[in-house]
């Protein structure tokens, strides 16, 4: 195997629980750096064992009686993601694309045959003829082990049914943030696949005759994430995403938005299989100008994801709130933060619960996008004025609105990606926009 740069990680282990409030530590603190969110790695819970990837191998811990954590697989391996059948392991090998000093394109997954204590590199020739670079997701047909799906962020979604010897292409990337892909597990010749489009528009792509055609459904500026299936109606599903939530009743084919005025990435949504009215998510905390990641809010919806309440939030610490993935086991929700670990919150003694209902989010939509001189916006709330910040954080420009002004003159921006801060009186609105020149 090629020797790969990488950010030296680290792994802390500490087997005491250190109490953060309601919120207690489980004794599992990676330390990681990287790029993007999707680049996170992912929890696995398989019955009463809990599989964490990590920096530094994978982890596992049986959660029926409280055990210490194990070393489960891949020493000292850079693990994202991964996928098991007996004692064969399937893993994604984490890369950051951002902070790779010099990025190989060998070690895209990982193959162990005795539960990840020797491996081989298995990356296929499929991925780098494809210019594959960095695989963010890796899924397994819960009626057929050997069936998965993988995606990255140029090939797309493709698909193995023989446990990664072959491949098949199923569609592309999208492009900008490749989030979240799925068997239905109620019905696995169904797939679905979230994420986000180079001009920001959110996207999810369904097909129902197991990859071979793909309908999908097309957000105006809000990156879709996380996708929930209802435990035993195939009908119903949840997607999270930015400042908002979407249901279907239809298996997909057709989604309600669900806007917010929380200013939430909601990075992860997920039923209680016990009692599928409820659902939980959390993400991030974030507006345009701030981006709080020291504390943990969670939100509830108690009727089946039509309407959502901020139910729990407690202050953690630096990189606490940032929650990339979460589990539920029996009365306990486990986070998964950049930067304390795993965290779990018992939600049968919890208190101090926060009842704020959320409004809907006014309308506003904005075109073109991208745009060289005049941007338009829609809208039916009232904009007392508008701000127009660039990645750095930087206001370009400011603008008072008067006379239910419509349009805003650009022409000055220089080319490149911003944030339209649209400000009512009770909350700003915020839109990404393409500048081309």
């Not at 994430?225 to 979407?246: C, K």
């Not at 057709?254 to 917010?260: D, Q």
Request: aromatic share 14%; glycine share 6%; charged share 20%.
């Amino acid at each position: 195997m090629k020797k790969i740069f990488m950010t030296i990680l680290v792994l802390f282990i500490s087997f005491n629980h250190l109490c953060l409030g309601q919120i207690k530590s489980m004794g599992l603190t990676p330390s990681f750096t990287l790029s993007y969110v999707f680049e996170k790695p992912k929890l696995k819970l398989l019955g009463d064992t809990l599989y964490v990837c990590s920096p530094t191998g994978i982890y596992k811990k049986n959660l029926q009686d409280d055990s210490d954590w194990k070393l489960y697989a891949f020493e000292n391996i850079p693990v994202k993601d991964f996928v098991k059948n007996g004692n064969k392991l399937l893993a994604i090998k984490q890369h950051d694309l951002l902070q790779s000093v010099e990025y190989n394109l060998d070690s895209l997954l990982l193959f162990s045959n005795d539960n990840g204590q020797t491996f081989i590199d298995f990356t296929s020739p499929y991925f780098l003829e494809r210019g594959g670079n960095s695989l963010f997701r890796i899924v397994q047909n819960p009626e057929n082990p050997n069936s998965i799906l993988v995606f990255d962020l140029n090939v797309g979604v493709s698909k193995s049914d023989d446990f990664g010897m072959s491949w098949k292409y199923l569609n592309q990337s999208f492009g900008y943030q490749n989030w979240d892909v799925a068997f239905h597990p109620l019905d696995t010749t169904t797939i679905f696949y979230t994420g986000e489009s180079m001009i920001f528009y959110g996207l999810i792509l369904k097909s129902s005759d197991n990859g071979d055609t793909w309908s999908s459904y097309r957000k105006d500026n809000n990156c879709f994430h996380s996708i929930a299936f209802h435990p035993t109606n195939p009908d119903i599903l949840i997607l999270s995403g930015e400042y908002t939530f979407a249901k279907s009743t239809d298996k997909g084919e057709s989604w309600n938005m669900l806007p917010v005025e929380a200013k939430m990435y909601f990075y992860k949504v997920l039923f209680d299989e016990e009692n599928p009215t409820i659902l939980y998510s959390s993400g991030i905390a974030r507006n345009p100008d701030n981006l709080t990641n020291d504390t943990i809010f969670l939100y509830r919806s108690t009727d089946m994801g039509d309407t959502w309440n901020l139910w729990y939030s407690e202050y953690i610490g630096e990189g606490g709130g940032y929650v990339f993935d979460m589990v539920k086991y029996k009365n306990k929700l486990i986070f998964y933060t950049d930067g304390y670990g795993l965290l779990e919150l018992d939600l049968g003694t919890c208190s101090n619960i926060h009842d704020f209902k959320i409004k809907d989010q006014p309308f506003l939509t904005i075109f073109p996008n991208p745009v060289q001189d005049i941007l338009h916006f829609e809208t039916n709330a009232i904009i007392n004025s508008i701000e127009i910040i660039d990645l750095s954080g930087r206001i370009h420009q400011k603008i008072s609105i008067l006379n239910n002004e419509r349009q805003i003159d650009i022409s000055q921006l220089n080319q490149g990606i911003y944030t339209v801060a649209f400000k009512t009186k009770e909350q700003t609105i915020a839109k990404k926009i393409v500048v081309v020149k």
